[in-house]
């Protein structure tokens, strides 16, 4: 079909076979998301996918090419694969979508069958109809873009990568045809990958007639690498660290391309360069700016290619960007990108609440890099950060049903500023349907699909167990570790026991990380106290005989955060947090206006767990006062203090806000003496 032989035969990889344990999950919390994946959220959007599910649209708007308010993504893989007549309709990566929806579905098949209810039969079909499809619209020469292939001729490819997005669809499919390979062991999607990426190594590169600059979107970079990780073949490795490499040396690289003339996408948008991470070379960068995703897909690219390199250059310029996220660029909740306009990063310490942008799939993104860096040198405080994009930022962007969802998650909302004020129109108060770019919601979902990978990284014969999720996990040399959680599990109890079997006494470790947010701890080996104190956020025990039992004990004690003072947008307030949890107040449980709302930092709080609440939530209550004068001027002279009244400040967790009335809802609370 293709002219490309497949690469089957020279494969050193076993097929499915895979660097991650095969970990089950048995969480009672992530059990929840994890089954309404299957039988909730990828239904759901394969019937989106499938225009079934109109795209929310702004009143009075339309969208798409052709004014359709529907997805049209598989309407166009169809027309591409021959099997109807037709145009192309949506954006010019809108086979992502499927990409990305395959991906999460490929996933879910690795433990659907222990679902129950679960309808994997159709999961299963679905999966390989989308693949058939993909099959069929593939160009002879492997190329596989629909924008291009239905509606533009030949000669334009690879002429516009500014916006053209071509690789970063390829990218997308490449990585969704590794992960059906990893979960089934079935060459079907990957040998289509493979003619991908031979496409693209035969346009780009450093020689003559060859394009030689990047897409303006990364993301081929990582799914190369991934690619070379399943075939081992060494030149998808080298064409992802050319890419990197490549990325930034030609500041008008786009510029040049745009003047040439090939085809026009966005008329009128104009981004400077540093949006596209393309206004210096990318390796020299130090600090994350412009498109917050873009920059976190190409941090997550330098990280992984430079340790299966050993690059040191790429590795080094990987640990700057992390540093500096971490360290002023990352709102409490975990989200990154402060400004709407190109959903982009914009300077230390400036984190608005009500105007910044925490885009869904930037969340996610964190989590691809922070893995990333784990793989290469576990670290206490990179899982802390996965733990705190696991409970809070990227959960956020998922209703509890898996049927709507947020693209921006601000830490304060108002429906009369979304509704009033232009520049706050990008903060919802009702999660969405669907997108007319409609990158996070199957992003999310092929993430909580993928959980059980998150859990463990193995260096040498050391297992570092960094996060609290229950699960039984087999290593496949006989060791295998379960474990398991008191009461309602975690986040909610921060009682955990891991329960080791090593039945051939093999020489191995555990290590088990000690949150950075946790005051107090009490470590049991074998049921004696460990006194020692953890080494980068691990306390090591040694598990080479039979059985060893380790019971951890968190504290879980509310706690009361203050930022920075050189966060201006949080100076005199005070944000909770229990446990790995954020909190938030909520109009539905406080029914004033939340900006009159105050409480000291010692102010009491009842705790209560209500298994009936947003499907079971720790609820937090605290004595607080609320700003009482008013006046019917707009302002008045003040004379004396405010006049404050006592009352009940009720808080919830961040991720379950807008599952109940659409309502404000605030992080940060004004603290008071």
Known sequence: MTGITPRSAVRTVVAGESACPNVGITSKFWGRYRRMTVDNALPYQWRALNDEVPVDVPEGGAWGENGSKFSHSMRNLRIAAGREPGTFSGQPFQDTDVSKWLEAASYALRYAGRTEGADLDTLERRVDEVIGLFADAQDSDGYLDTKFEIGLPADQRFRSLRWSHELYTMGHFIEAAVAHWESTGSHRALDIAERVAACIDSHFGDEGGKVHGPDGHPEIELALARLYE?????????????????????????????????????????????????????????????????????ATAIAKVGSLLGDERMLAAAERLWANIVRHRMYITGNVGSCQIGESFSYDDDLPNDLGYGETCASVAMLFFARALMDRKPRGSIADVMETELFNGMLAGIQLDGTRYFYVNPLEADPAATKGNPTKAHVLTRRAGWFDCACCPANIVRLIASLDRYLYTVKGDTIYAHQFIANVADFGDGVTVEQAQEGEGYPWNGNITFHVENPNRLSRKLAVRIPGWSRRWVLEVDGRRTHVQPIDGFITVDISKEQTSIRLELDMSVRRMRASLRVKADAGKIAVMRGPVVYCMEESDNPHDLWTYAMPVDAEVEERYDEKLLEGVEVLQFQGVRESAESDSLYVTAVRASEWRRDCITMIPYYAWCNRTEGQMQVWVRETV
């Open 230 to 298: 399943a075939t081992g073949e060494r030149r998808w490795l080298d064409l992802a660290a050319w890419f990197i490499r490549v990325r930034g040396m030609d500041p008008e690289f786009f510029d040049e391309q745009d003047y040439a003339g090939g085809p026009k996408f966005y008329p009128g948008l104009e981004m400077p360069r540093s949006y596209f991470i393309m206004d210096k070379p990318v390796l020299d960068l130090d600090k994350a700016e412009g498109h917050a995703v873009r920059l976190l897909y190409m």
